[in-house]
């Protein structure tokens, strides 16, 4: 994530720390919903809303960028040996995530078979792996940030494509809420651009849905499993039949 988007993040959580909408803003500003949200898509802003926009939640333009240090500090994705680190040790795994989730020490150890005494070692280890803070009356503090992401085919995403993507995906997902889609077919170069930015946008969304789950209880809350793929490709079973010289 570069600067601009960062910066564009940390406004927009802001926003959410002090409960305003974009209709709020469009209020303050004099503007339409509709064009400040295309504002915040496009990042197209003038200084003299910013400060407008800060304005508003009370803040002043240092305190953003106080905000948005605190947010650049943080780390966007763990090195090779951490990651092989939690997936050697599956317990460690599960408190990794548990926090990534902002699930409190009580709700953990509530939830799975932990000691205090085991719970509190795994979290001591998060912390010198420095993905967390663990403050006063076991507190936890996350050392992520927004955009955290595992690393592209690296232990974690080798893991989850060898072991778990099977049982994922080994489901009718006939249920209420359910739902799995297969599309093939032929597009355009710029239909694949379009369509691959919305992917995008769909994954940012996902991202967005799950920060405002934050400030719920755990119990409503749903473990929620979102795969989306797309490349150039067609299934061996046609182009093992394609004459050499075809495209």
Not at 93 to 100: G, P, T
Request: proline residues 2%; charged residues 30%; hydrophobic residues 45%.
């Amino acid at each position: 994530m570069d600067n601009t988007r960062a910066a564009l993040e940390t406004l927009k959580r802001a926003l959410k720390l002090n409960s305003v909408t974009y209709a709020d803003v469009a209020v303050h500003l004099g503007m339409s919903e509709a064009s400040v949200k295309k504002m915040f898509s496009t990042g197209h802003f003038t200084l003299r809303r910013i400060d407008m926009i800060c304005d508003m939640i009370g803040m002043d333009f240092i305190d953003l960028v106080r905000l948005f240090d605190q947010q650049r500090h943080r780390i966007s994705s763990l090195t090779i040996e951490q990651e092989k680190e939690l997936v050697a040790d599956k317990r460690l795994f599960l408190v990794a995530v548990c926090a990534r989730n902002h699930w409190c020490f009580d709700e953990i150890l509530a939830a799975f078979t932990f000691t205090r005494a085991e719970l509190f070692h795994y979290l001591a280890r998060l912390e010198e792996l420095k993905l967390l803070e663990l403050h006063p009356n076991n507190r936890i503090k996350l050392r992520v940030a927004e955009d955290f992401r595992w690393l592209p085919r690296g232990p974690i995403e080798v893991y989850f494509m060898r072991h778990l993507l099977g049982e994922f995906l080994d489901a009718e997902f006939d249920q209420d809420k359910e739902m799995r889609l297969y599309l093939h077919g032929q597009l355009t170069t710029a239909g694949r651009e379009t369509l691959l930015r919305r992917l995008h946008g769909l994954a940012h969304e996902f991202a967005e849905l799950r920060k405002e789950g934050e400030t719920v209880s755990i119990r409503e809350r749903h473990n929620v499993g979102l795969f989306l793929a797309l490349r150039d490709w067609e299934p061996l079973i046609f182009s093992r039949q394609r004459k050499q010289d075809t495209i």
